[in-house]
């Protein structure tokens, strides 16, 4: 979901912006935003626009994310189409943007199918 992307990435800027004002170089922080990948969490789920949001492969996933560290990138947002999505985020208020992404299928999750065959616990 786009607020929990943003929780994670404002935590990772700012834990970022720590470490260079304490002089700490050695340590490395990269944010994955990664859309849907397809794993067995998200089994029946269908995507609306799947030229521009695709089912992540989870092997190509995890490549990526082998070399954006390699390469000490900040963040890496997949697919490169959601860059657009939250520049978005920023420029509307808040209940357009989320118009917006139900208008692009952001509803993912209303097709996902449980996977797991014994109920949880709520205590």
């Known amino acids: 979901s786009s607020g929990i992307n943003a929780e994670y990435g404002g935590f990772s800027r700012t834990l970022l912006y720590d470490l260079e004002y304490m ?3 050695h340590v490395k922080i990269t944010t994955i935003f990664p859309h849907f990948t397809d794993t067995g969490l998200v089994n029946g789920a269908t995507v609306k626009l799947p030229a521009l949001f695709p089912l992540l492969d989870p092997v190509w996933v ?3 994310i082998i070399t954006a560290t390699r390469e000490e990138r900040n963040e890496l947002i997949l697919p ?5 999505v939250i520049l978005y985020m920023y420029l509307m208020p808040c209940e357009v943007f989320r118009c917006f ?3 692009l299928g952001n509803d993912l999750m209303k097709t ?8 949880i616990d709520e205590d």
Do not use: L, S, V
């Open 80 to 84: 490169r189409a959601t860059n657009y």
């Open 101 to 103: 992404c139900r208008w």
């Open 62 to 64: 995890a490549d990526q």
């Open 112 to 119: 996902f199918q449980q996977t797991r065959t014994h109920k």
């Open 23 to 25: 002089g700490i170089k």
